[in-house]
């Protein structure tokens, strides 16, 4: 297997903004130069593949092909045990058109009540698999899992997905309650990327954090959350941080005053195409929209 230097340039093999945020976070301190699958203009693979394993794969390879640059991939998703592993490789699909994971959440509470499975709290794990592979054709593969067990109604507003239903072994809070650190700590992705890093990076030394050049505004943060937030609780978490935004990045906002934002937000409104998505998530798009600048 060929290995990762500083500065190489990695695919991150996804379109979906929280999750390339989330591998990029994991990389920087590396050195590793990674960009995403949609910034090169590469189309997105159907997940035909009925494992983890198998569409990590596809998707590794195609952008790895595609882009002549080796390409890490990630698949993951939600397996309850009553449910003999459901929603599994189909998570994401469960959403439906629209990623509306409120849609999602109650399938998988219903699915459990037609069993009779609330009995007890229903024991569920998130799974996340990286491939890693090179335009030779040359895979490896890298698992993590986080345990623990469902909770309905939906708790919380951070995170996303499946979060606000998912509590980890240990602990009270559900993955949706918890600060962000914190679930990203114990996280499945965390975990498989501490496994891909132990393999794979392990040559390379991490920059220290205080010596990495200060970040100005985060918008690939804000519109990775913008992007993948479903209920209303999200929503809510997600203006926290807008304002917290505003109030540490006043100057970058190009709609400072009330009229201004007012204005800016409903040229969005007016402007915005018909969507299957949430609306709490076109709401925090048109929101967000409104305070930077027309791209
Ligand atoms: P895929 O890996 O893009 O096929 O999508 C997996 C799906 O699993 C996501 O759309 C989420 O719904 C769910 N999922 C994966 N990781 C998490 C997580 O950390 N929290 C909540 N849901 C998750």
Same mark, same amino acid.
């Given at each position: 297997?060929?290995?990762? @230097?500083?500065?190489?340039? $990695?695919?991150?093999?996804?379109?979906?903004?929280?999750?390339?945020?989330?591998?990029?976070?994991?990389?920087?301190?590396?050195? %590793?130069?990674?960009?995403? /699958?949609?910034? $090169?203009? $590469?189309?997105?693979?159907?997940? @035909?593949?009925?494992?983890?394993?198998?569409?990590?794969?596809?998707? /590794? &390879?195609?952008?790895?092909?595609?882009?002549?640059?080796?390409?890490?991939?990630?698949?993951?998703?939600?397996?309850?045990?009553?449910?003999?592993?459901?929603?599994?490789?189909?998570?994401?699909?469960?959403?439906?058109?629209?990623?509306?994971?409120?849609?999602?959440?109650?399938?998988?509470? *219903?699915? &459990?009540?037609?069993?009779?499975?609330?009995?007890?709290?229903?024991?569920? !794990?998130? &799974?996340?698999?990286?491939? $890693?592979?090179?335009?030779?054709?040359?895979?490896?593969?890298?698992?993590?899992?986080?345990?623990?067990?469902?909770?309905?109604?939906?708790?919380?507003? !951070?995170?996303?997905?499946?979060?606000?239903?998912?509590?980890?072994?240990?602990?009270?809070? @559900?993955?949706?309650?918890?600060?962000?650190?914190?679930?990203?700590?114990?996280?499945?992705?965390?975990?498989?990327?501490?496994?891909?890093?132990?393999?794979?990076?392990?040559?390379?030394?991490?920059? !220290?954090? *205080?010596?990495?050049?200060?970040?100005?505004?985060? &918008?690939?943060?804000?519109?990775?959350?913008?992007?993948?937030?479903?209920?209303?609780?999200?929503?809510?978490?997600?203006?926290?941080?807008?304002?917290?935004?505003?109030?540490?990045?006043?100057?970058?906002?190009?709609?400072?005053?009330? +009229?201004?934002?007012?204005?800016? %937000? +409903?040229?969005?409104?007016?402007?915005?195409?018909?969507?299957?998505?949430?609306?709490?998530?076109?709401?925090?798009?048109?929101?967000?929209?409104?305070?930077?600048?027309?791209?």
């Amino acid at each position: 297997m060929q290995s990762l @230097t500083k500065g190489t340039k $990695l695919v991150v093999a996804s379109h979906n903004p929280g999750k390339v945020w989330e591998i990029n976070q994991l990389l920087a301190p590396y050195g %590793l130069n990674a960009v995403s /699958a949609g910034e $090169l203009g $590469l189309s997105e693979p159907e997940e @035909t593949e009925t494992t983890f394993q198998g569409n990590a794969r596809l998707k /590794a &390879i195609a952008a790895a092909a595609g882009s002549g640059l080796p390409a890490l991939a990630d698949d993951s998703g939600l397996e309850v045990d009553c449910l003999d592993g459901a929603p599994g490789v189909y998570s994401a699909r469960w959403a439906g058109p629209g990623k509306d994971f409120s849609v999602a959440m109650k399938k998988v509470a *219903d699915e &459990i009540t037609t069993r009779g499975g609330w009995g007890e709290p229903p024991k569920a !794990n998130f &799974i996340s698999v990286l491939c $890693l592979a090179w335009p030779d054709g040359d895979t490896r593969i890298f698992e993590g899992k986080v345990f623990g067990h469902l909770v309905w109604p939906p708790r919380g507003g !951070n995170g996303f997905g499946y979060d606000p239903m998912f509590v980890p072994e240990g602990a009270e809070q @559900t993955f949706g309650e918890m600060e962000p650190a914190e679930k990203y700590a114990i996280s499945h992705r965390t975990r498989a990327f501490a496994v891909f890093k132990a393999s794979t990076l392990e040559h390379l030394q991490p920059v !220290n954090v *205080d010596e990495r050049p200060a970040r100005g505004r985060d &918008i690939a943060a804000l519109s990775a959350a913008a992007a993948s937030l479903s209920t209303k609780l999200e929503a809510a978490a997600f203006v926290t941080h807008l304002k917290a935004d505003l109030k540490a990045n006043r100057p970058e906002w190009v709609n400072v005053t009330l +009229e201004d934002y007012l204005d800016a %937000l +409903e040229l969005q409104l007016k402007d915005a195409p018909a969507s299957e998505e949430p609306a709490w998530r076109q709401l925090a798009k048109a929101l967000l929209a409104a305070s930077v600048k027309n791209r």
